[in-house]
């Protein structure tokens, strides 16, 4: 089955500076989702990226999509100590594959104030 | 706005013994997935439906079983309960199959089961 692997597993950075997370997957896909996970909490969705798609943009968040290198990049500007967090990619496989999105490893944000 | 309510949000069980999850999916969401979350570890899907019936099938053990009832609201039985069931079970709703579009999930608080 079709995995997001994100990277790095974690990133610490200081308040004020970007967050670039990376996502890599490895079937085709008719989207791409990022989520947002505080500590023991539920999955928020965040943005959806389409398979047509480039870049999107959301408040303080990029997302980037390169079907042809199966990777996705989530940008977080300005970062805020709230944003701590993790973070996952999620994907659904085109050609009506599981109804479930498959999520990937994460990465765990820290905001240092 | 209502949320993706499920219950309980702990439970602690002996080994051997059988948990029953509960979820109720925000209004008008006619489909209901259900997830697994180990210690550090991403989610893993276990099971759908749509429209009261199974959608599509995860990573669920044979141990577990899981409905959506008339009112949409969903069940997850585990029985036979194992050290390794010790997770965060998390349920997401969608208006319709995820399969035939581009849907968000909304998900629940989860429900957190300790096994003993």
């Known amino acids: 089955s079709q995995q997001g692997e994100e990277d790095p597993q974690a990133l610490s950075i200081q308040e004020g500076e970007n967050a670039t997370m990376n996502c890599s997957y490895k079937?085709?896909?008719?989207?791409l989702q990022w989520y947002r996970q505080n500590s023991g909490r539920g999955l928020v969705h965040l943005i959806l990226?389409?398979?047509?798609?480039r870049e999107k943009h959301s408040g303080r968040l990029r997302v980037t999509l390169d079907t042809s290198k199966k990777s996705s990049s989530l940008l977080i500007t300005a970062s805020r100590a709230a944003d701590t967090a993790s973070y996952f990619c999620?994907?659904?496989?085109?050609?009506?594959?599981?109804?479930?999105?498959?999520f990937g490893k994460g990465t765990h944000l820290i905001i240092q104030p | 706005a209502a949320g993706v309510i499920q219950s309980p949000r702990h439970l602690i069980k002996e080994k051997r013994e059988t948990a029953t999850l509960k979820c109720y999916p925000i209004p008008r969401h006619d489909t209901v997935y259900w997830y697994q979350q180990g210690p550090g570890q991403d989610p893993q899907f276990l099971i759908s439906f749509y429209e009261k019936m199974q959608s599509d099938k995860g990573s669920i053990p044979d141990r577990f079983s899981a409905q959506q009832f008339s009112d949409y609201h969903s069940e997850l039985n585990m029985s036979s309960l194992e050290l390794g069931d010790s997770a965060l079970y998390f349920c997401?709703?969608?208006?319709?199959?995820?399969?035939?579009?581009?849907?968000?999930?909304?998900f629940g608080a989860g429900s957190r089961l300790t096994v003993l």
């Open positions: 997401a709703s969608s208006a319709g199959a995820a399969r035939l579009g581009a849907n968000v999930l909304t």
């Open positions: 990226i389409r398979s047509n798609e």
């Open positions: 079937t085709s896909i008719n989207n």
């Open positions: 999620a994907t659904y496989n085109s050609g009506g594959g599981a109804d479930g999105l498959t």
